[in-house]
Structure formats: C-alpha cells, structure tokens
C-alpha cells in the first residue's frame, strides 16, 4: 500500500486546512487509515483514525471539536479538515494505514506510512 498526503502549507492562527492522502496498491487489506503528527522535539501523536469499510471514526480527545476525518471512497481518498488552527498545531502530519482491526491508536499499530506534509500555523 502506497500512501501520499498533501495539502500542508502556512496558515495564519484560526484559518483551516484540509490535508489529503491519497491511497494506492491493495488497500483491501487495510482496515483503517489515520493521521498522526509530530512536532519538533516531539513524539509522534495520534489524529484520528477512520475505518475504510464503513466510516466510523474516532479522535484524539484533544483533536475532537476541531479536526474532522473523512473519506472518499472512490477515490481511495482520506481527508482531514482542520479548523482553528492554532500554533501548535504546527507539525509535519503523516497519513497511515493499519491492518489492525481495533481503533489503532499508536504508530506501531499501522503498517504503511505516507511521506508527510508540513502544516505551519503563524501567531
């Protein structure tokens, strides 16, 4: 499975962004897809997560409110919409995609990485 998340760039603070990832190869073997970010310094940290069968999601608690999963099948497109966006929210965020067939949570529970987009958002 091929992943490539784009859509990252400069934002000031309480502006928004969709992120894609655009997923190719034999993604009938993944059970979900996620979005995880990490900021300078900082361990990688879990976004949400989508199931690729029927669309359940699941958040970060930090992330509810703000940030919205979503999918498009056809396209074998996973989105992310984030709104508010604050300054630290700045990060390089990473789609991935799991085998696992819980709500994945952690890096070590997805088996295919996309290469990243940077998100910087300005005070």
């Known amino acids: 499975v091929q992943l490539q998340a784009s859509g990252g760039g400069l934002v000031q603070a309480g502006g928004s962004l969709r992120l894609s990832c655009a997923a190719s190869?034999?993604?009938?073997?993944?059970?979900?897809l996620g979005w995880f970010r990490q900021a300078p310094g900082k361990e990688r940290e879990f976004v949400a997560t989508i199931s690729w069968d029927d669309g359940a999601t699941y958040y970060a608690d930090s992330m509810k409110g703000r940030f919205t999963i979503s999918r498009d099948s056809a396209k074998n497109t996973v989105y992310l919409q984030m709104n508010s966006l604050k300054p630290e929210d700045t990060a390089i965020y990473y789609c991935?995609?799991?085998?696992?067939?819980?709500?994945?949570?952690?890096?070590?529970?997805?088996?295919?990485w996309g290469q990243g987009t940077q998100v910087t958002v300005s005070s």
């Open positions: 991935a995609a799991s085998r696992f067939t819980g709500w994945a949570t952690m890096p070590y529970e997805y088996d295919y």
């Open positions: 190869g034999p993604i009938f073997s993944i059970y979900a």
